[in-house]
């Protein structure tokens, strides 16, 4: 069968068809008919929609009833957890908060005495450095009438101390002849247990007027050094050696120097090394009570109160070996011809305490 007819056969099967004879029949339009097939699928589209749909509800909550659930009901639990944790800790904060508030108070109260033990402490340090300083005012001026005797050989005065100076002293002192000296008490001062025999001890007098004490300080100052020797007669200065064909007694130096506190004496003692420095230097220092240093630089007079103040100025001085001392009268001192002031230039001796020999208070 050729082309031609198998397309009129299928052309008159279409034509006898009885769906073809039905709708010919019929009054429908060939519009209507797309319409109503369009409708159809729509139709069958939207319950194949409706299947679908229900098929990925259920696919869904069966995901979210195996695989979901399961999680969110895990994490729930652990996030009831973490808040009781949160709860715990936040209690735990609360306690500790409540504990710091309270130590923090106690802090503050403790500060807060502290200050007033740190006020009272001041106040009770400043009444006792006025206390003290009372305390050594009143002990210096209990030895205002003492006078020290450094380098008297041990038991030259025998049982009767006050009898051998009153004796002596105008020996010693030219300056005390005729002077009626009168001493209430005399004896020696403990060496401290230094065990050396061959320093004697101090031996430390009182008098019964404070103008015989300086009578004897400045008239020891006047014939500085004083020479004792063994038959109780005074050395002469200028007698340093006897002549070969004579028999001098055996003579030594001693000293006259008034009696300080010990806290008063510490304090001139410190200035030792400064004053010697000064004397090196031609200052001509000189020590007031209780411990002031006073210098002589170019015709002026420096006071100072301490050591360090002291040494700032000698060390602020131009740089020279030696200043030339300047007498009262203006002119120079010839210290190699003038053997007195000579020694009175000499580094001064000290005593087991500290003391100067020189350090006799001036106006």
Same mark, same amino acid.
């Given at each position: 069968?050729?082309?031609?007819?198998?397309? =009129?056969?299928?052309?008159?099967?279409?034509?006898?068809?009885? $769906?073809?004879?039905?709708?010919?029949?019929? !009054?429908?339009?060939?519009?209507?008919?797309?319409?109503?097939?369009?409708?159809?699928?729509?139709?069958?589209?939207?319950?194949?929609?409706?299947?679908?749909?229900?098929? /990925?509800?259920?696919?869904? #909550?069966?995901?979210?009833?195996? $695989?979901?659930?399961?999680?969110?009901?895990?994490?729930?639990?652990?996030?009831?957890? @973490?808040?009781?944790?949160?709860? =715990?800790?936040? *209690?735990?904060?609360?306690?500790?908060?409540?504990?710091?508030?309270? !130590?923090?108070?106690?802090? =503050?109260?403790?500060? @807060?005495?502290?200050?007033?033990? #740190?006020? *009272?402490? $001041?106040? +009770?340090?400043?009444?006792?450095?006025?206390? &003290?300083?009372?305390?050594?005012?009143?002990?210096? #001026?209990?030895?205002?009438?003492?006078?020290?005797? /450094?380098?008297?050989?041990?038991?030259? =005065?025998?049982?009767?101390? %006050?009898?051998?100076?009153?004796?002596?002293?105008?020996?010693?002192?030219? *300056?005390?002849?005729?002077?009626?000296?009168? %001493?209430?008490?005399?004896?020696?001062?403990?060496?401290?247990?230094?065990?050396?025999?061959?320093?004697?001890?101090?031996?430390?007098?009182?008098? +019964? #007027?404070?103008?015989?004490r300086s009578a004897i300080l400045n008239g020891a100052?006047?014939?500085?050094? /004083?020479?004792?020797?063994?038959?109780?007669?005074?050395?002469?200065?200028?007698?340093?050696?006897?002549?070969?064909?004579?028999?001098?007694? &055996?003579?030594?130096?001693?000293?006259?120097?008034?009696?300080?506190?010990?806290?008063?004496?510490?304090?001139?003692? *410190?200035?030792?090394? $400064?004053?010697?420095?000064?004397?090196?230097?031609?200052?001509?220092?000189?020590?007031?009570?209780?411990?002031?240093?006073?210098?002589?630089y170019k015709g002026e007079r420096k006071m100072f109160?301490?050591?360090?103040?002291?040494?700032d100025f000698i060390n602020s001085l131009p740089r020279?070996?030696?200043?030339?001392?300047?007498?009262?009268?203006?002119?120079? @001192?010839?210290?190699?011809?003038?053997? @007195?002031?000579?020694?009175?230039?000499?580094?001064?001796?000290?005593?087991?305490?500290?003391?100067?020999?020189?350090?006799?208070?001036?106006?």
């Amino acid at each position: 069968m050729n082309p031609s007819q198998s397309k =009129e056969a299928r052309k008159r099967e279409n034509e006898q068809s009885p $769906i073809k004879k039905k709708f010919k029949d019929s !009054a429908i339009s060939k519009e209507e008919l797309d319409a109503a097939i369009a409708n159809g699928i729509k139709l069958a589209l939207q319950e194949q929609q409706r299947g679908l749909d229900v098929a /990925v509800a259920s696919a869904v #909550r069966e995901a979210v009833d195996s $695989i979901l659930v399961p999680a969110l009901r895990d994490l729930r639990t652990e996030i009831q957890k @973490t808040n009781e944790t949160v709860k =715990e800790i936040s *209690s735990e904060l609360e306690k500790v908060a409540k504990s710091t508030k309270r !130590a923090q108070d106690r802090v =503050e109260s403790v500060q @807060t005495a502290a200050r007033e033990d #740190r006020r *009272s402490v $001041i106040e +009770l340090k400043t009444q006792l450095d006025q206390l &003290t300083t009372k305390l050594t005012d009143l002990e210096d #001026r209990g030895r205002r009438n003492n006078v020290r005797l /450094v380098g008297l050989p041990e038991a030259v =005065e025998g049982s009767d101390a %006050i009898g051998y100076l009153k004796d002596n002293l105008p020996k010693w002192i030219p *300056s005390l002849v005729g002077r009626d000296i009168d %001493i209430e008490r005399a004896h020696r001062v403990y060496a401290g247990g230094e065990g050396n025999s061959n320093k004697p001890r101090t031996l430390i007098f009182r008098l +019964l #007027r404070w103008q015989d004490r300086s009578a004897i300080l400045n008239g020891a100052r006047q014939v500085y050094p /004083v020479k004792y020797a063994a038959n109780g007669a005074r050395a002469s200065a200028h007698q340093r050696s006897p002549p070969a064909h004579a028999s001098a007694p &055996t003579a030594g130096t001693i000293l006259f120097f008034p009696d300080y506190s010990p806290a008063t004496t510490a304090k001139r003692k *410190s200035f030792s090394s $400064i004053m010697n420095k000064a004397k090196g230097m031609g200052l001509e220092p000189f020590l007031i009570y209780p411990a002031r240093i006073k210098l002589q630089y170019k015709g002026e007079r420096k006071m100072f109160d301490s050591p360090q103040a002291a040494e700032d100025f000698i060390n602020s001085l131009p740089r020279r070996s030696t200043f030339t001392p300047v007498r009262r009268d203006g002119g120079a @001192t010839d210290a190699a011809s003038n053997p @007195t002031e000579e020694n009175r230039h000499r580094d001064p001796p000290h005593d087991r305490e500290g003391n100067l020999v020189d350090m006799e208070e001036r106006s």
